[in-house]
C-alpha cells in the first residue's frame, strides 16, 4: 500500500510538469502566431482594401478594378487547392517554407508594382499575380497553428486573429494618411516591409509534427481534389453558399472609398472606417472560445455571423453619413469576426487530419469565389447610373440568398479523429 502511495506521488508531479509545459508552449505559440496573423492581416489590409485606391492611382476606371480583382481571384481559385493539396502530400518541404516562397514572391511583385507606374495593363497583370502570392499563403498559414491545436498544444487561434484585426485598425489609420500625404505607392512600400516581416516570423515558428512525419503510414491518407471533392459534397455546397453569402461583404470590402465618398469622406475617412470594423474583431475574437465551448458548433456560429452581415449591408445601404457607415462597420463584431474563427473550426469538425490543408484552402477560396462575383459586378454596378447604391442593393439581396441556401445545406457532422 505504501509503495503504490510511493509510485503516485512520483507520477502524478511527471504528469503536472507535462501538462504545465504543454499550456506554457500553448502561450508561447499564440504569442507567435499573434504576430504572425498581424502580419497577415496589416497585409490584407495594404493589398485588398486598400487595392482600388491604388488601382485608380494607377489610372484604372471602377470597372478595370473590379476586372483585376475579379481575374486575381479566378487565379487564386486555380493556384489555392493546387497548392494546398502540394502542400498536404509533400514530406519534402515544410509549411514554413512553402509559405516563406510565397512571401518572396509577394514582395517581388510589389517591389515591380512599386517601380512601374503604367500602362494600366502591365499593372494591372502584376497586381493579380501579387494578390494570388497572397491568398495562396494565408490557409497554409492557418494550418500550422491547428495543426499544433490537433497534438493539443492550446494555441489561442481565435485570439490570435482578433490581434490580426487590432494590427489591421492601426494601419488602416496610419496609411490613410499616409496616402493623403505621400500618394498611393507608398502602399507597396509598406508591402513589402510586412513581406520581409512575415518571412522571418514564419521561418522562427516551431513546426507541428503532422500525421507520416514519424514515417510510419497513415491510416488515411491525403485524397486528391476531386476525390475530395467528391466525398464531401455537402462540404462543397456549404462553401458555394457562404461565396454567395459573401457578396455583399466583397464589394462593400473593396470599394470602401467610393462608398465613403458617397457621403462625403475622403481616403482618411475610408481607414477610419475600416479600423473600426477590425478594432470591434478583436473582443470578438477573444471571446470566441467561450462561445464555441458553450455550443461546440461551428456551423451555427457561422448562421449567427451570416445575419449579421445582411444587417451590416441594410446598415450600410441607408447610411446618409460617414458617421452611419462607421456604425454599419461596427456590426463586424457579430459578422466576419465571430465567421472567420467559426469556419476555421468548422473544417476541423468536418473535415480529416489527412485534408486539412485542402479543407482549409477551400473554405478560404470563400473569399475568392466570392471576389469572382462581387468584384467585377461591383464595378460595372458603380460604372452604372444607379451607383453605389444600386451596388449595395443587389449585394443585399444576392447575399440573403446564399444565407437562405447555407441553413437548407448545412448539416455538419464532426469526423472521428
Request: with cysteine.
Amino acid at each position: 500500500m505504501t509503495l503504490n502511495k510511493s509510485k503516485a506521488t512520483i507520477i502524478m508531479p511527471i504528469r503536472m510538469n507535462a501538462m504545465d509545459a504543454n499550456k506554457l508552449l500553448g502561450k508561447k505559440l499564440t504569442r507567435h502566431f499573434s504576430m504572425i496573423q498581424a502580419i497577415y492581416i496589416m497585409g490584407y489590409c495594404s493589398i485588398y482594401s486598400y487595392a482600388a485606391v491604388f488601382l485608380l492611382a494607377r489610372g484604372f476606371t471602377n470597372s478595370q478594378v473590379g476586372l483585376t480583382l475579379t481575374l486575381s481571384s479566378v487565379m487564386g481559385l486555380l493556384v489555392q487547392p493546387i497548392v494546398a493539396s502540394f502542400a498536404d502530400k509533400t514530406k519534402k518541404f515544410s509549411l514554413r517554407s512553402i509559405v516563406a516562397v510565397m512571401l518572396l514572391g509577394m514582395i517581388f511583385f510589389a517591389l515591380l508594382l512599386f517601380i512601374i507606374p503604367r500602362p494600366v495593363l502591365g499593372v494591372g497583370i502584376l497586381y493579380m499575380i501579387l494578390l494570388t502570392f497572397f491568398a495562396t499563403q494565408v490557409p497554409l498559414v492557418t494550418t500550422m497553428s491547428m495543426d499544433h491545436i490537433n497534438n493539443g498544444v492550446p494555441i489561442n487561434f481565435s485570439l490570435a486573429r482578433g490581434i490580426g484585426s487590432f494590427a489591421y485598425a492601426i494601419l488602416s489609420i496610419g496609411l490613410g494618411y499616409l496616402v493623403d500625404d505621400f500618394g498611393a505607392g507608398v502602399i507597396m512600400l509598406v508591402n513589402i516591409a510586412l513581406g520581409l516581416l512575415g518571412i522571418a516570423l514564419v521561418l522562427s515558428f516551431q513546426k507541428a509534427k503532422r500525421s507520416g512525419d514519424d514515417g510510419v503510414e497513415d491510416e488515411v491518407k491525403p485524397t486528391g481534389l476531386l476525390e475530395f471533392a467528391k466525398n464531401n459534397k455537402r462540404f462543397m455546397l456549404v462553401v458555394a453558399s457562404i461565396s454567395i453569402l459573401f457578396f455583399s461583404h466583397v464589394t462593400i470590402s473593396t470599394f470602401m472609398i467610393q462608398i465613403i465618398e458617397t457621403v462625403g469622406g475622403s481616403s482618411a475617412d475610408m481607414g477610419m472606417a475600416n479600423s473600426v470594423a477590425a478594432i470591434v474583431e478583436l473582443p470578438a475574437m477573444a471571446l470566441f472560445p467561450l462561445l464555441y465551448k458553450k455550443f461546440h458548433n461551428a456551423g451555427l456560429l457561422m448562421k449567427v455571423s451570416g445575419v449579421a452581415f445582411l444587417i451590416k449591408t441594410a446598415v450600410t445601404l441607408v447610411a446618409p453619413s460617414v458617421f452611419w457607415v462607421d456604425a454599419a462597420m461596427s456590426l463586424q463584431f457579430f459578422a466576419y469576426a465571430m465567421f472567420i474563427p467559426a469556419s476555421v473550426f468548422y473544417v476541423n469538425e468536418v473535415i480529416s487530419g489527412a485534408d486539412q490543408n485542402k479543407g482549409q484552402a477551400l473554405m478560404g477560396m470563400v473569399m475568392g469565389i466570392s471576389g469572382l462575383l462581387g468584384n467585377i459586378l461591383g464595378g460595372l454596378m458603380l460604372d452604372s447610373r444607379g451607383g453605389v447604391p444600386f451596388m449595395l442593393t443587389v449585394g443585399l439581396g444576392v447575399s440573403l440568398a446564399g444565407f437562405v441556401m447555407l441553413i437548407m445545406i448545412d448539416r455538419s457532422k464532426k469526423v472521428i479523429r
